[in-house]
């Protein structure tokens, strides 16, 4: 409207159509939107402005920011960015398969190759975005999504909503990230940096093949503890037919000091992600 001299020319509502509700984050809803000008579908997260504090307003345009600068195919693509009088429309690439931690609940547990594939593509993105200094900071299978209900085999990394650029002086000691899947050095409230995704990643691994967290429990200071000890078990009754190099990966992700955990770009050579898919289809 008048006076608003540096917004964009065109108003959300006049460039896109707005849909059903997608899904629900922490402080977003995100909708279905299609684009007026050739009716291409996106996902577009909507934030009231007026529920959001100061701090997490300069969260979703720091989000946006990071999203812009980064084009991957397995990363949600930003389309746009709307700061409007009482919302932010923020449209992104849209992925209609739905999360991956849906998948996980009614697979229960991926064949090796599945998870293989899933996790390679999870190491290209964060690889990709260490390259470039940045980390996601809350990796989880909430927060990947698959491309399509056809194609529910190629995930995108989504909601950098806590992602930060890695290379800030002394690391960062904000407590973020989901409980499980947040790594020992946050947890410590020790400075950390990129290395809390590869922790992440490990979680997600041993949950791909296990069906089953690596740390639990119903306590969440106990689940802390066990966490921050980094103590883990392949439990023979679950872990018997899993071969030797996936568990290997595992263990060189689940490791407690930072400094001694593989890097995205160390993993990606790593033998398990490497080998064929013939070979491991012959393993079953
Ligand atoms: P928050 O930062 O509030 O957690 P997310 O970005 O994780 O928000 O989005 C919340 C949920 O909305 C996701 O878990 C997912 O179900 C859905 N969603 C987010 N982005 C997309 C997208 N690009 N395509 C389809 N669904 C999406
Ligand atoms: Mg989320």
Redesign the pocket.
């Known amino acids: 409207g008048p006076g608003e001299g540096l917004a964009a020319p065109e108003r959300f509502a006049e460039a896109f159509t707005i849909g059903p509700v997608?899904?629900?984050?922490?402080?977003?809803?995100?909708h279905?939107a299609t684009r007026n000008s050739d009716g291409r579908r996106?996902?577009t997260?909507v934030?009231s402005r007026r529920k959001l504090p100061p701090v997490d307003e300069a969260a979703l345009r720091s989000?946006a920011k990071v999203l812009m600068a980064l084009d991957h195919p397995n990363i949600?693509r930003l389309v746009g960015w709307y700061e409007e009088k009482d919302v932010f429309y923020v449209p992104?690439?849209?992925?209609?398969g739905?999360?991956l931690?849906d998948r996980i609940v009614q697979k229960s547990c991926y064949t090796e190759r599945e998870a293989r594939d899933l996790v390679r593509m999870l190491l290209e993105a964060i690889a990709y975005c260490h390259e470039r200094g940045i980390m996601h900071r809350?990796l989880k299978p909430?927060?990947l999504?698959l491309v399509s209900k056809e194609d529910d085999a190629t995930i995108?990394v989504?909601?950098?909503?806590?992602a930060k650029v890695a290379n800030i002086p002394k690391g960062l000691h904000t407590q973020c990230g989901t409980p499980g899947y947040v790594a020992p050095e946050i947890l410590k409230r020790q400075p950390y940096g990129k290395e809390v995704d590869m922790w992440s990643v490990g979680v997600i691994c041993y949950i791909l093949l296990g069906g089953y967290p690596p740390f639990h429990d119903e306590n969440q200071v106990r689940l802390f503890m066990k966490i921050k000890k980094g103590t883990f078990t392949f439990h023979p009754q679950y872990w018997a037919t899993i071969s030797e190099d996936a568990k290997d990966l595992i263990t060189k992700l689940l490791v407690v000091d930072p400094a001694q955990r593989i890097t995205a770009a160390q993993a990606l050579k790593h033998p398990w992600i490497r080998a064929s898919a013939s070979v491991l289809m012959e393993r079953g």
């Open positions: 997608l899904g629900k984050g922490a402080f977003s809803t995100v279905l996106f996902a997260k934030v989000e949600v992104l690439e849209l992925c209609e739905g999360e931690f809350d909430e927060n999504l995108k989504a909601d950098f909503g806590f």
